[in-house]
């Protein structure tokens, strides 16, 4: 059993499932997605970064569990071609089919898909401690070292190959904008003080080869 699954299974376990079955065979459908070949960011490297963050500053979080289930679903459905909030609603109907099927308490199902929806514009109200967590080891990538981030952004690009470039420049320029028109990219103390700076000089950077 590879190092995923087995944390899959503690977490799932923890947050409540009775169905070791339906856990093992969620494990291997959400496993299959993140590893689909169109994917160049969105993948299993991202899935155990996200995870790793959430490990890291889980006892700011209520529901730390809950956490670790919504960074597992939150791009478990990912189609490039899709448009608006497409690809967060279907990864949270997929966790809802995934968890529900597992046993997971009906309050647990629901709080992973809350936070799976968050992921769609990383707006997180100030009394959410777990929203935050989420949100913020999902732009984690965005605070990385400006060698790492182009590798990322070249990533992005290859995952929309099939949008023309002008298309493609207007498009992630508009991505950009939002995040950096969020109040805060990072809301927990600890990563706003390390990623903040960092990540908005990385997105600015990018946004003026854009234009």
Same mark, same amino acid.
């Given at each position: 059993?590879?190092?995923?699954?087995?944390?899959?299974?503690?977490?799932?376990?923890?947050?409540?499932?009775?169905?070791?079955?339906?856990?093992?065979?969620?494990?291997?459908? =959400?496993?299959?997605?993140?590893?689909?070949?169109?994917?160049?960011?969105?993948?299993?490297?991202?899935?155990?970064?996200?995870?790793?963050?959430?490990?890291?500053?889980?006892?700011?979080?209520?529901?730390?569990?809950?956490?670790?289930?919504?960074?597992?679903?939150? #791009?478990?459905?990912?189609?490039?071609?899709?448009?608006?909030?497409?690809?967060?609603?279907?990864?949270?109907?997929?966790?809802?089919?995934?968890?529900?099927?597992?046993?997971?308490?009906?309050?647990?199902?629901?709080?992973?898909?809350?936070?799976?929806? =968050?992921?769609?514009?990383?707006?997180?109200?100030?009394?959410?401690? #777990?929203?935050?967590? =989420?949100?913020?080891?999902?732009?984690?990538?965005?605070?990385?070292?400006?060698?790492?981030? #182009?590798?990322?952004?070249?990533?992005?690009?290859?995952?929309?190959?099939?949008?023309?470039?002008?298309?493609?420049?207007?498009?992630?320029?508009?991505?950009?904008?939002? =995040?950096?028109?969020?109040?805060?990219?990072?809301?927990?103390?600890?990563?706003?003080?390390?990623?903040?700076?960092?990540?908005?000089?990385?997105?600015?950077?990018?946004?003026?080869?854009?234009?």
């Amino acid at each position: 059993m590879d190092e995923l699954t087995v944390r899959w299974r503690a977490t799932t376990r923890a947050a409540g499932a009775t169905d070791p079955d339906a856990v093992a065979r969620a494990a291997a459908r =959400l496993l299959a997605g993140w590893r689909e070949p169109h994917r160049h960011h969105h993948t299993v490297a991202h899935l155990r970064a996200v995870l790793d963050v959430v490990d890291a500053y889980a006892d700011r979080a209520r529901h730390p569990d809950l956490v670790r289930l919504a960074a597992w679903c939150h #791009d478990a459905v990912y189609d490039p071609r899709a448009g608006g909030d497409a690809n967060e609603r279907a990864s949270a109907d997929l966790g809802d089919a995934l968890l529900t099927a597992a046993g997971l308490p009906a309050a647990a199902v629901t709080g992973v898909r809350r936070l799976v929806l =968050l992921t769609a514009g990383h707006a997180v109200g100030p009394d959410d401690p #777990d929203g935050a967590l =989420l949100c913020d080891a999902d732009l984690a990538v965005l605070a990385a070292a400006p060698d790492d981030y #182009d590798r990322y952004a070249a990533a992005i690009r290859r995952e929309y190959a099939h949008v023309p470039e002008p298309a493609f420049r207007a498009g992630r320029a508009a991505v950009l904008r939002h =995040l950096l028109a969020l109040p805060a990219l990072y809301r927990l103390p600890e990563p706003h003080a390390r990623w903040e700076h960092r990540a908005r000089a990385n997105l600015t950077r990018e946004l003026s080869t854009l234009s």
